[in-house]
């Protein structure tokens, strides 16, 4: 069984549960994605399936992928990435793969990219205090001290500083599906995800839940 698939991050709203709750969820457009390369322990040493999403013009991309794509169907795809598969062979070229794979109630890992919030201090960056406001008071937003001066005599590493914030690859694990609408190959799941609105995400099956 394939165990991922590509999707887009629309926006969040809420839905209720049998027993009255409500419960706030992130709506992923997941799929269709369609399977453009298939690789084998055979040929390239591990199973997995090299699929593709999204729509793009067929002048937006390179010849060496036209002729890529050109074997699965001739489909110009937005992106595309791999997915651990169990068995390769029950899967064909120009196949296309809907979020079924999946179930209510199962528990998923979505990977997506952060907002980038640019160059930030350490207030916003890492939640530190700050100094005094009262007057007189000379480390308001600043670090502080950042190491010794003797020895080391050096900055150690790891130290939080100032920095770009956000902007990064992160997982968020053990995320549970709370309703799939495969007719518009939508899935709610419950809690936020990382990125923003029509960012991309990949939601996989775990391999330890919780």
């Not at 109630?105 to 990219?113: M, Y």
């Amino acid at each position: 069984m394939c165990k991922g698939l590509i999707g887009k991050k629309l926006g969040m709203t809420g839905v209720f549960a049998n027993d009255g709750t409500y419960v706030p969820v992130t709506v992923v457009k997941l799929g269709p994605c369609v399977v453009t390369q298939i690789k084998t322990v055979a040929n390239d040493g591990y199973n997995s399936l090299q699929v593709g999403f999204g729509e793009k013009k067929a002048k937006n991309i390179t010849n060496p992928l036209k002729g890529h794509f050109k074997k699965s169907g001739g489909g110009a795809f937005e992106v595309i990435r791999e997915v651990d598969v169990e068995d390769p062979e029950n899967y064909q070229l120009g196949q296309v793969i809907t979020p079924e794979i999946f179930a209510i109630g199962e528990k998923v890992d979505v990977v997506g990219k952060t907002k980038g919030r640019g160059f930030s201090g350490v207030i916003k960056r890492h939640g530190f205090a700050g100094g005094r406001m009262s007057h007189g008071g000379d480390c308001k937003r600043i670090p502080g001290s950042i190491g010794a001066s003797a020895w080391p005599s050096r900055v150690i590493k790891g130290k939080k500083m100032p920095g770009q914030y956000g902007d990064t690859r992160k997982t968020v694990r053990n995320m549970e599906i709370v309703d799939i609408r495969a007719d518009e190959n939508l899935v709610l799941i419950k809690g936020p995800l990382p990125g923003s609105r029509s960012g991309l995400v990949m939601v996989k099956k775990v391999k330890f839940s919780k």
